[in-house]
């Protein structure tokens, strides 16, 4: 039996293209989108501007499945974690953060990351697989619920990060199809500024990023020498620092109001001196720049500590002096480990490497 679609996997193209091989007109597609995304209706039979006969073509050939939410915390300042299960069993972690006038939802891509930053949780859990189109936009749509649901609050999503588990770029295809269904007028409407990716640099697809679905685009920078980013960013040694920069220009050329937000961790006695700082103003010149400092959050086993308050002032005040928008980035959500580098999620580890490191940590405890 060929299996059902999943319409969750299909932007305004794709189900337009659906549609059509149904023999059905194009505006068929968009009010199934508007049903879906505005309305949050799922079921066939509840979208009444349909035919009789189309949803019975629909329930026959398609399906609406969504993955769904295992737990829902909510820390003492706001910020709202799920816990996201798969039909797999794998779990990924969803984050919200509420500021006034602004809700930002933080997405996962990847069940774990193939990446292996050495100051991030998520990568000590190893990876299983990319996350589906309909697994991506499903987080979106579930927390749009939720919170519609908790009509108390008067919390809304305004913008998108995908900056929660996993590397967006090294899913690209469905990353980019969610992306495109966040911006469809017909299904959540954001900007184009209010919907960033947030990559470790892999040069050529943010090239391609650019010419398909030019989004906003932060850069988990974390180093200012390739020395120290081939350390804590190892994808640094295939792309290095000026191999990245260069394509961070080319992302914003053209496009004077755009800028790159650099992520930089701040770590103690790591990344955090004055010739830091210097060496970090050097290597943005030239590139229209927002630099977020982000207090490191700390996990077990991690092997880094944060920098002191006094120290990251100090870092901001030297990149600030060079003309750059720097901004220290305020905890959020830590108590619930919803903070920056702190997702894990549950995930079946094909890689193995959670296992290697409990060993290697066992052994050297030896």
């Given at each position: 039996m060929t299996p059902k679609a999943n319409l969750f996997d299909f932007d305004r193209g794709a189900m337009r293209r659906f549609f059509a091989a149904m023999g059905e007109k194009s505006f068929r597609a968009d009010q199934v989108?508007?049903?879906?995304?505005?309305?949050?209706?799922?079921?066939?039979?509840?979208?009444?501007?349909?035919?009789?006969?189309?949803?019975?073509?629909?329930?026959?050939?398609?399906?609406?499945?969504?993955?769904?939410?295992?737990?829902?915390?909510?820390?003492?300042?706001?910020?709202?974690?799920?816990?996201?299960?798969?039909?797999?069993g794998n779990c990924v972690e969803t984050v919200f953060i509420p500021e006034d006038g602004r809700g930002t939802l933080c997405v996962s891509s990847q069940v774990g990351c193939m990446l292996n930053c050495t100051f991030c949780a998520t990568a000590r859990q190893g990876f299983n697989r990319n996350l589906e189109a309909h697994e991506i936009i499903g987080q979106v749509w579930l927390a749009d619920r939720a919170l519609r649901d908790s009509a108390s609050s008067g919390d809304r999503i305004t913008n998108v990060v995908m900056m929660g588990m996993g590397e967006p770029l090294l899913n690209f295809d469905n990353v980019v199809t969610a992306m495109q269904l966040m911006l469809d007028d017909l299904a959540f409407g954001l900007s184009k500024r209010r919907v960033t990716l947030s990559t470790a640099g892999l040069v050529p697809q943010i090239d391609r990023l650019r010419e398909v679905c030019p989004v906003s685009l932060a850069v988990s920078l974390h180093a200012p020498n390739d020395a120290l980013r081939d350390q804590l960013v190892p994808l640094n040694r295939k792309y290095p620092i000026a191999v990245l920069m260069d394509a961070c220009r080319r992302y914003v050329s053209g496009q004077p109001r755009r800028r790159i937000t650099f992520e930089y961790v701040m770590l103690k006695g790591v990344n955090d001196s004055p010739r830091h700082a210097d060496e970090l103003v050097r290597i943005l010149e030239g590139t229209p720049s927002k630099v977020n400092l982000i207090p490191f959050n700390a996990f077990p086993?991690?092997?880094?500590?944060?920098?002191?308050?006094?120290?990251?002032?100090?870092?901001?005040?030297?990149?600030?002096?060079?003309?750059?928008?720097t901004v220290t980035r305020k905890t959020r959500g830590d108590n619930i480990d919803a903070a920056c580098g702190q997702l894990v999620g549950r995930v079946s580890d094909r890689t193995r490497r959670a296992q290697r490191l409990q060993q290697a940590a066992g052994t050297a405890a030896f």
């Open positions: 989108i508007k049903w879906l995304y505005q309305g949050g209706v799922t079921r066939y039979a509840d979208m009444t501007n349909l035919s009789k006969g189309l949803r019975v073509r629909l329930e026959e050939l398609a399906e609406t499945r969504l993955p769904e939410l295992a737990d829902d915390q909510v820390a003492s300042d706001g910020t709202r974690k799920w816990l996201v299960r798969l039909a797999d086993g991690a092997g880094y500590e944060r920098s002191a308050p006094d120290v990251v002032d100090r870092f901001r005040e030297l990149i600030l002096a060079a003309g750059i928008m």
